[in-house]
């Protein structure tokens, strides 16, 4: 069974500054996506980011980029110029690219709590 | 707009009345599905539905019932809430190869 693991509980960072958060993820799939979600105090949950393994290219957003490591099966996620309201809980989160069964259930991470300093 | 609408917000019910939250999508999306959120546990899927009068469990599916009558709604029930039914709930809905959307949330609290 695939599983995510997101070992920074909590993090900080200066409001301009760039942060990293990490995720690694274990599975026996060659293809599969990776996603970062964004949960604000809302409690919305708002996709920053994707990953398709099969991409060698890292994906951006904007001011998100990821770092993919397929091999190590690592997928972070960098924030630059961060800014108070990028201040939120981040979920890391894994599916199956097989379109079959119950495949599209995502496998989450426990979650990263960013907090940004002014 | 495309969006996964759900309701209500927030509910505080009593143990034992039945409840439903409604989740409906107007993305056609064949696939839809339930999530629990609960601290240190992170989210859990509940049941699934794969197409209209399709649906199964997820892996905490005890004390819940959905259907799929529409393609655009899947609610969510509970028959006999419990204590431990106390959780932030989240419906989502995707598309072949597509991330998922997700609505706004549920805020469930059983006394």
């Known amino acids: 069974a695939q599983t995510v693991t997101q070992s920074q509980p909590e993090m900080s960072v200066q409001e301009a500054e760039t942060v990293t958060l990490s995720c690694t993820y274990d599975?026996?799939?060659?293809?599969?996506?990776l996603f970062w979600y964004k949960q604000p105090p809302s409690r919305q949950m708002i996709l920053v980011i994707r990953?398709?393994?099969?991409k060698q290219q890292n994906a951006t957003e904007n001011r998100f980029s990821v770092n993919f490591q397929k091999a190590a099966k690592s997928f972070s996620l960098k924030i630059s110029d961060s800014q108070l309201g990028d201040a939120a809980m981040y979920f890391c989160?894994?599916?199956?690219?097989?379109?079959?069964?119950?495949?599209?259930?995502?496998?989450w991470g426990l979650g990263t709590s960013l907090a940004v300093n002014p | 707009e495309a969006q996964v609408t759900q309701n209500p917000r927030y509910l505080i019910t009593v143990t034992g009345k039945k409840l439903t939250v409604t989740c409906s999508q107007n993305?056609?999306?064949?696939?839809m599905s339930w999530y629990r959120q609960d601290p240190g546990l992170g989210l859990r899927q509940i049941y699934y539905?794969?197409?209209?009068?399709?649906?199964d469990k997820g892996d905490v599916p005890e004390g819940y019932k959905v259907s799929r009558k529409e393609k655009r709604n899947f609610p969510l029930i509970l028959e006999s809430p419990s204590p431990n039914q106390t959780s932030l709930y989240f419906c989502?809905?995707?598309?072949?190869?597509?991330?998922?959307?997700f609505g706004q949330g549920t805020r469930l609290t059983v006394v």
């Open positions: 993305m056609n999306h064949e696939y």
């Open positions: 539905s794969m197409n209209v009068e399709v649906t």
């Open positions: 989160a894994y599916r199956s690219a097989v379109e079959a069964g119950n495949n599209r259930k995502l496998i």
């Open positions: 989502a809905s995707s598309h072949v190869g597509a991330e998922a959307f």
């Open positions: 990953q398709e393994a099969y």
């Open positions: 599975t026996s799939e060659s293809d599969y996506y």
